[in-house]
């Protein structure tokens, strides 16, 4: 049997397991008759808008035992000012892995223009696990949450020695402490309580704006539960590849940051810059890949910083999440600045530790449950070398083992195949050089939805499409499938502007 015909068959059977798996799953009963209302809201605690209401939605924390233990998700809502016009409601569906989504409506409602607001009532969530849901905790070890710990980025010399022992403790760590919830977190959960999330609203259907992780768990939902689904908008897409999943994503940063340093390095050479590190566009590569290797060599201290020092990995984890948007570029611009001996090091800026707790355990979870990832050593060495050379930039980062390597525990069913099985309902917004979640991947999941959806893309740089980028034709297209239904007759280009 050729390798070809091997992975077909094995792909078919995952399917065929996924679709008797999610099936074979007790069927939830509506909590109470569509259209009416079943949460107790009230006040916000600490959101900034008055407007915005919580309540909470109890949820299996196995769904193969609905009558069994339960846990609470996080809701909230600022509800369309004109119930005359109202068309339902619009999900706002986080990224991460382990995001939180509770404030999202009110950011969301100072950008959404008028005609979508008058349609929906604006609802956000915490996700299982995060939070002001259920909370979950590895409890891991203070140095062990520096971002150049929880991305896996190589040692000077390539060597992942140490990343692999650090995913070693991650794993063990979240195993001891995570207790069954973390166990139970999942996309395909995640599916299941967005829609005992829809049943609690009293709604026949729901709206969803995904973003980022979010077009991921909102596929999942689009597949699984495909006629409770109305206007489907995912913005930033993540590649569906059920053979990898969060493997695939973590990958995906290689090409996405050489898609995208070109916009950092043509702003940090203009003239006018406050932040100007290089005359030319051409030279800012050079130079930062020079600044990185000698950082490698000799650190500077960073007082305060976790790690404290300002190393090789420290400015490549800073490019990394400076190329998300234009106005995060004068972060990597400064940093490089410090480095070269121009500027002093910025004071650090570090998150609440409670907060980067919760967050890691989630993106543990998910990433993690979701798939079984490669245990073998050798071949992450062999794919962190080889990614090195083709894709300096990131070092190898983006292929080289994550805590899933060593997770004691199997997935509790195989990931969710999308398939173009469903209503023809779906939008995906996808700007050209996302460093997150590159144009290749939004692409594959175009293609695993086939005719239910369409695509607008938008000749721009950074992550997030929608209301993000300033680019009226994009936003005109989301915008009037929102507020319409209709979508375009095919694709979308849009070009910059």
Same mark, same amino acid.
């Given at each position: 049997?050729?390798?070809?015909?091997?992975?077909?068959?094995?792909?078919?059977?995952?399917?065929?397991?996924?679709?008797?798996?999610?099936?074979?799953?007790?069927?939830?009963?509506?909590?109470?008759?569509?259209?009416?209302?079943?949460?107790?809201?009230?006040?916000?605690?600490?959101?900034?808008?008055?407007?915005?209401?919580?309540?909470?939605?109890?949820?299996?924390?196995?769904?193969?035992?609905?009558?069994?233990?339960?846990?609470?998700?996080?809701?909230?809502?600022?509800?369309?000012?004109?119930?005359?016009?109202?068309?339902?409601?619009?999900?706002?569906?986080?990224?991460?892995?382990?995001?939180?989504?509770?404030?999202?409506?009110?950011?969301?409602?100072?950008?959404?223009?008028?005609?979508?607001?008058?349609?929906?009532?604006?609802?956000?969530?915490?996700?299982?696990?995060?939070?002001?849901?259920?909370?979950?905790?590895?409890?891991?070890?203070?140095?062990?949450?520096?971002?150049?710990?929880?991305?896996?980025?190589?040692?000077?010399?390539?060597?992942?020695?140490?990343?692999?022992?650090?995913?070693?403790?991650?794993?063990?760590?979240?195993?001891?402490?995570?207790?069954?919830?973390?166990?139970?977190?999942?996309?395909?959960?995640?599916?299941?309580?967005?829609?005992?999330?829809?049943?609690?609203?009293?709604?026949?259907?729901?709206?969803?704006?995904?973003?980022?992780?979010?077009?991921?768990?909102?596929?999942?939902?689009?597949?699984?539960?495909?006629?409770?689904?109305?206007?489907?908008?995912?913005?930033?897409?993540?590649?569906?590849?059920?053979?990898?999943?969060?493997?695939?994503?973590?990958?995906?940063?290689?090409?996405?940051?050489?898609?995208?340093?070109?916009?950092?390095?043509?702003?940090?050479? +203009?003239?006018?810059? &406050?932040? $100007? @590190?290089? /005359?030319?566009?051409?030279?800012?590569?050079? *130079?930062?890949?020079? #600044?990185? !290797?000698?950082?490698?060599?000799?650190?500077?201290?960073?007082?305060?910083?976790?790690?404290?020092?300002?190393?090789?990995?420290?400015?490549?984890?800073?490019?990394?999440?400076?190329?998300?948007?234009?106005?995060?570029?004068?972060?990597?611009?400064?940093?490089?600045?410090?480095?070269?001996?121009?500027?002093?090091?910025?004071?650090?800026?570090?998150?609440?530790?409670?907060?980067?707790?919760?967050?890691?355990?989630?993106?543990?979870?998910?990433?993690?449950?979701?798939?079984?990832?490669?245990?073998?050593?050798?071949?992450?060495?062999?794919?962190?070398?080889?990614?090195?050379?083709?894709?300096?930039?990131?070092?190898?980062?983006?292929?080289?083992?994550?805590?899933?390597?060593?997770?004691?525990?199997? +997935?509790?069913?195989? &990931?969710? $195949? @999308?398939? /173009?099985?469903?209503?023809?309902?779906?939008? *995906?917004?996808?700007? #050209?050089? !996302?460093?997150?979640?590159?144009?290749?991947?939004?692409?594959?999941?175009?293609?695993?939805?086939?005719?239910?959806?369409?695509?607008?893309?938008?000749?721009?740089?950074?992550?997030?499409?929608?209301?993000?980028?300033?680019?009226?034709?994009?936003?005109?297209?989301?915008?009037?499938?929102?507020?319409?239904?209709?979508?375009?007759?095919?694709?979308?280009?849009?070009?910059?502007?």
């Amino acid at each position: 049997m050729s390798n070809t015909i091997r992975r077909t068959a094995a792909a078919t059977v995952a399917a065929a397991l996924a679709v008797s798996v999610l099936t074979a799953l007790p069927a939830a009963a509506d909590q109470g008759l569509p259209g009416r209302d079943h949460l107790d809201w009230s006040a916000c605690q600490g959101q900034a808008d008055p407007r915005q209401q919580c309540a909470t939605v109890t949820v299996p924390l196995d769904y193969h035992d609905p009558g069994g233990q339960q846990i609470t998700l996080a809701v909230s809502r600022i509800a369309t000012a004109k119930p005359g016009l109202r068309r339902g409601v619009l999900l706002t569906v986080p990224g991460g892995p382990g995001g939180s989504g509770l404030g999202i409506p009110a950011s969301a409602v100072k950008r959404l223009p008028q005609s979508v607001l008058d349609r929906f009532d604006l609802v956000g969530f915490d996700p299982r696990g995060v939070g002001r849901s259920t909370p979950v905790s590895c409890g891991l070890d203070t140095p062990d949450l520096a971002m150049v710990k929880l991305r896996p980025w190589p040692a000077a010399d390539g060597s992942i020695d140490a990343n692999l022992a650090t995913e070693r403790r991650i794993a063990e760590t979240c195993a001891r402490n995570g207790g069954p919830v973390l166990r139970s977190i999942s996309t395909a959960n995640e599916a299941r309580d967005i829609d005992r999330i829809r049943q609690a609203l009293g709604e026949r259907k729901l709206s969803a704006w995904g973003t980022s992780y979010g077009t991921y768990a909102g596929a999942v939902y689009a597949t699984m539960f495909p006629g409770h689904t109305d206007r489907i908008v995912l913005d930033s897409n993540d590649d569906p590849d059920p053979s990898r999943v969060g493997r695939g994503w973590l990958a995906a940063f290689g090409q996405g940051a050489e898609d995208r340093f070109p916009d950092f390095a043509k702003w940090a050479s +203009a003239p006018g810059n &406050p932040d $100007r @590190v290089a /005359d030319t566009p051409e030279q800012v590569r050079p *130079l930062f890949l020079d #600044l990185a !290797d000698r950082l490698d060599r000799a650190p500077l201290p960073w007082p305060g910083a976790n790690p404290a020092e300002l190393n090789g990995n420290v400015l490549r984890e800073t490019m990394l999440t400076s190329l998300y948007a234009d106005a995060k570029f004068p972060d990597l611009a400064r940093l490089m600045l410090a480095g070269l001996g121009r500027r002093p090091l910025p004071a650090p800026v570090l998150p609440p530790e409670q907060a980067v707790q919760n967050t890691t355990a989630v993106s543990v979870g998910t990433l993690c449950n979701d798939v079984s990832w490669p245990a073998d050593p050798a071949g992450y060495v062999k794919d962190v070398a080889a990614d090195r050379a083709a894709r300096p930039l990131t070092a190898g980062m983006p292929v080289n083992a994550m805590p899933c390597a060593f997770w004691p525990f199997k +997935a509790a069913e195989p &990931p969710v $195949r @999308v398939t /173009d099985r469903g209503p023809a309902n779906v939008l *995906l917004a996808q700007n #050209l050089r !996302d460093p997150a979640t590159p144009y290749g991947g939004a692409l594959k999941l175009r293609a695993a939805f086939g005719d239910r959806a369409r695509m607008v893309t938008v000749d721009s740089g950074g992550h997030d499409v929608y209301l993000a980028n300033g680019n009226a034709c994009g936003d005109a297209a989301v915008t009037d499938f929102l507020v319409t239904g209709r979508r375009p007759s095919e694709d979308v280009f849009c070009p910059a502007g």
